[in-house]
């Protein structure tokens, strides 16, 4: 298995997202980015941690490639967007993807700049593509919170 992590606004949608995905084998919704050790939702939530909601996943490269998870990753969401997605609004909700290997990093930068050169966006692509530090599990309340809710949110890519 191969590790992933990717912020894209509110984990709860972004872990659904992702979820749906074949060969996407284990997902969780947490915290990467930031200073604050063992941070809670509260604590993120101030904007104050330095961590984006994020959503850390394991899969299977020989049903689902990285290239193929960046392209879910572009769908659902707005890479365009400084720290807000939607109504959701503040640092905590940045677009990053969190690479795990410098392989991850090429790929990342190179589908961005792919992504950018098409002329399909707007604006500037704002995502963060940076080494990945510790990933926080959120509370478990957050696990799979649209699943167990209702669906809805504003990710919406399909794979």
């Known amino acids: 298995m191969t590790r992933a992590t990717f912020a894209a606004g509110c984990f709860w949608a972004v872990e659904a997202v ?10 969780q919704a947490g915290y990467m980015g930031g ?12 904007g104050r941690t ?4 994020a959503v850390d996943l394991e899969f299977d490269e020989n049903v689902m490639s990285y290239d193929q998870l960046l392209d879910v990753f572009w769908e659902c ?5 400084l720290n807000r997605q939607g109504t ?28 950018q050169a098409r002329g399909k966006l707007t604006r500037r692509i ?5 080494s990945a530090s510790t990933f926080w599990r959120a509370e478990e309340r957050h696990q799979r919170y649209l699943e167990r809710h209702g669906e809805g949110g504003s990710a919406q890519a399909i794979c």
Do not use: M, W
Not at 18 to 27: A, D, L, M, Q
């Open 18 to 27: 992702f979820r749906k995905c074949p060969g996407v084998v284990s997902t």
């Open 35 to 46: 200073e604050f050790e063992h941070p809670t939702a509260a604590d993120v939530n101030s």
């Open 77 to 81: 969401h707005d890479p365009t967007s």
């Open 50 to 53: 330095g961590h984006a909601e």
């Open 88 to 115: 959701d609004i503040g640092p905590q909700y940045r677009s990053a993807i969190f690479c795990h290997t410098p392989e991850q990093r090429t790929a990342a930068t190179q589908s961005r700049d792919r992504l």
């Open 126 to 130: 704002v995502t963060q593509i940076v």
